[in-house]
């Protein structure tokens, strides 16, 4: 190999060298303390006119602050454009973890916002959706003169390895996404408002049916959804005229049939559970007995409301994809929902009685 | 030099590089349900399609396809190859215009995009410079760097997947075979015939037996599934279909509480553009190839030159629906590629056989 080809060598060796340091991802880059990063957004619709808060942690020596601004507009992008260009730093909604809306404007329907969410990738798909029950402006004051120091407590109360509960519905905005255009997958989000004694106080969940807010669900029916779906209810302490059990572990079994264009969903719920609190001295057959009960007249009342709402949030249909041809499916909420015919049955397991012998 | 297991490295990278990226939605959009029947057939076709291709050249004594057509007669030659020279080149400028499409997307959006495939190019012409043997030897770099986290990637995808959607698997006439027509799947064959050509190149410099490249083609199919089916699978068809790139945005959606990082589809992105690079600098270095059978010159010259006049189109592709546009005009050229020269080397490779091979010396 000649000299020549081996300066060459060199010459391309260093100007691609030199090319990573402007495609390095560092183009009109702006430093971390020129920048704020929303947590949380949460957003309203008021006569056609979109009104957005952000939650804004601002580190300080020692502690968090928060900061919450507000701005109004007609898109979400144009408001938070509005609301960079006045602040003293670029908002970068990348590390954005809860979007709340506003029960109102859930009621209206999410659709547009959450498609423009899914199409701007800015904002992570992965952000968790809850509604808010109760003014913004109120809910985020509240917040914030509970919690002055912790930037995060709207977030442990959703995520899984913190605060959350198998009352508490989860979802984010890709499976709100999901929920709109699929034919057979609704979800519940959780309902919140600012508490009391809490920070946050747990109003349910809201039934979302083709990106609107159709009706809501009691804390005790989203366990049944959480249960049905087979996400653990694990740890749900459950108040009965006797006795309090905690639900160990779950696990469904269904079978589906399709006669004469009714469908059938049996399933079968086993719940294995530990006693914690007994008045009196019931026997372990009532104890069970009286869970199953508990757990079926919920779950009655769940398939009641999805078959009011038309909203298909235990993705029952997806058990008769093969049962109905493509056109059938897209009807699904329509022409097979209400008609489905539902039979659960809770086995209940008291596993152990805790570290007392069974009086 | 016998390197099998890096010719069949390669192989299964480039190959990876393309799969993930644009071949899931192409499935999508081709059909609506039984996916499965069009990710086999497919995969059949590769499979016909590489395997007479390395059965042909294995009855040469380690030669190469243009060494192989050059004795068929010069014109013979280039009328041949001719198409292929441009199939390489279009293929070149489309990988280079969508992954900077997808690089700007997905991470660097203030970043113009001239700048993301100015590096692409120059990266990927500087790997051809140096010839097949650099080649080979960076992909046994990306295999040992970016494998990792592929299959991390790969499995974590499984996570929201609901088994349900899987359903119906026999249904809407999909053995009519009539999606074979559709505009999608043809232009899904990107993904199915687009490197397999290099196999042809690389002999006398580099030797490889040719078993196990078969062997390797296997590891295919599982990918082309997850590509397609892991999407299907978290949305179902009406939902993935909405999605520019349903794979990646599957990968984005991956929850992993106990990794340090929040995004591990960056991972997988930075690795699948890595593959991508490997890619174009082999297509790079194929199109040279070809030019320094026709003119001799310089090895850097001619990849310099071509990397240039691509750059130079790639930036003149001004949207998404024009380089759809460019794909689909492609699709017929790949065709010719993925048929005619497999079979005319297989054709060649007989007569050859039964000459006794004495003939050509």
């Known amino acids: 190999m000649g000299s020549r080809s081996f300066k060459l060598r060199w010459i391309a060796v260093c100007l691609s060298m030199l090319l990573t340091i402007p495609a390095g991802g560092c183009w009109d880059n702006k430093d971390i303390n020129h920048r704020s990063l929303p947590i949380v957004m949460g957003i309203a619709k008021r006569d056609g006119i979109y009104k957005v808060v952000l939650q804004v942690p601002e580190p300080t020596e020692g502690t968090t602050d928060l900061r919450v601004i507000e701005g109004k507009g007609t898109t979400i992008n144009d408001i938070v454009d509005k609301i960079s260009t006045n602040m003293e730093s670029q908002i970068d909604l990348l590390h954005l973890k809860l979007i709340l809306f506003e029960d109102e404007f859930a009621k209206e329907g999410l659709g547009d916002v959450i498609e423009s969410f899914m199409r701007a990738h800015d904002i992570s798909a992965k952000v968790m959706v809850a509604i808010c029950d109760e003014p913004l402006e109120s809910f985020f004051k509240n917040i914030n003169t509970f919690h002055k120091n912790n930037g995060t407590v709207l977030l442990s109360f959703f995520e899984k390895n913190a605060g959350w509960n198998p009352q508490v519905a989860e979802s984010s905005v890709w499976e709100v996404f ?78 589906h049939t399709m006669k004469n264009g009714i469908p059938y969903l049996k399933s079968k719920i086993r719940l294995k559970v530990t006693l914690l609190e007994t008045k009196g001295s019931p026997s372990q057959e009532n104890i069970r007995h009286e869970v199953s009960k508990l757990l079926q007249s919920r779950y009655d009342s769940i398939i009641g409301k999805m078959k009011a709402t038309r909203a298909d949030i235990l993705a029952t249909g997806q058990y008769f994809r093969s049962n109905l041809t493509r056109d059938q499916l897209e009807h699904w909420r329509e022409d097979y929902l209400p008609r489905l015919n539902c039979e659960v049955e809770f086995v209940t397991v008291i596993q152990n009685t805790g570290l007392l012998r069974d009086s | 030099m016998v390197k099998t297991w890096q010719v069949a490295n390669l192989y299964i990278l480039t190959h990876i590089g393309v799969i993930f990226f644009l071949y899931p939605d192409n499935m999508i959009q081709a059909m609506e349900v039984s996916h499965w029947i069009g990710i086999l057939t497919g995969f059949l ?38 198409p292929v020279f441009v199939y390489l080149l279009a293929v070149i400028v489309i990988s280079i215009r969508s992954y900077g499409e997808m690089i700007t997307i997905i991470f660097l959006s203030s970043t113009p995009l001239w700048a993301t495939m100015l590096l692409t190019a120059i990266l990927a012409a500087f790997l051809a410079m140096q010839g097949i043997e650099a080649i080979l030897r960076t992909g046994l770099l990306l295999l040992v760097l970016c494998m990792p986290p592929t299959l991390f990637v790969l499995f974590s ?35 199915v015939g687009g490197s397999f050509v290099f196999l042809g190149f690389v002999q006398p410099e580099v030797a490889f037996n040719q078993r196990y490249i078969r062997y390797a083609s296997f590891l295919l199919l599982p990918l082309y599934g997850i590509a397609v089916y892991v999407p299907l699978l978290t949305f179902g068809h009406s939902t993935a279909s909405r999605l520019m790139f349903p794979f990646i945005f599957v990968t984005d959606i991956v929850e992993v509480n106990w990794l340090m990082f929040e995004r591990t589809s960056l991972f997988f992105t930075m690795s699948m553009i890595a593959f991508v690079l490997l890619f174009i600098s082999l297509m790079l270095w194929n199109a040279a190839y070809l030019v320094q059978k026709v003119i001799t010159v310089r090895t850097w010259s001619i990849v310099w030159a071509i990397a240039f006049v691509l750059f130079v189109i790639c930036v003149s592709i001004d949207d998404w629906e024009q380089l759809e546009k460019l794909i689909w005009w492609n699709t017929f050229l790949r065709l010719y590629v993925m048929f005619v020269i497999p079979g005319v080397t297989l054709t060649l490779g007989l007569l050859y056989k039964r000459k006794g091979g004495a003939a050509y010396g």
Do not use: C
Request: no cysteine; glycine share 10%.
């Open chain 2, 45 to 82: 076709l590769h499979i016909i399609v590489v395997w007479s291709y390395i059965k042909g050249l294995s009855l040469f004594d380690r030669r190469n396809v243009v060494d192989i057509f050059l004795d068929a007669g010069k014109w013979i030659a280039f009328l041949l190859l001719a």
């Open chain 1, 178 to 255: 999901r929920s709109m255009n699929s034919y057979t997958h609704d979800v519940s989000i959780p309902i919140i408002r600012s508490g009391t004694g809490t920070v946050i106080e747990s109003r349910g969940s809201a039934i979302i049916g083709s990106g609107r807010m159709v009706g809501n669900l009691t804390p005790g029916e989203t366990l049944i959804v959480n249960a049905f779906k087979g996400s653990s209810a694990q740890g749900k302490i459950e108040v009965m005229k006797n006795a309090t059990v905690e639900i160990i572990s779950s696990a469904t079994v269904h079978r």
């Open chain 2, 157 to 191: 995808s499984f996570q929201h997947v609901d088994w349900h959607y899987l359903l119906p698997l026999f249904e809407g006439g999909a053995f009519q075979w009539s999606f074979v027509y559709n505009r999608s799947f043809l232009m899904g064959l990107l993904a």
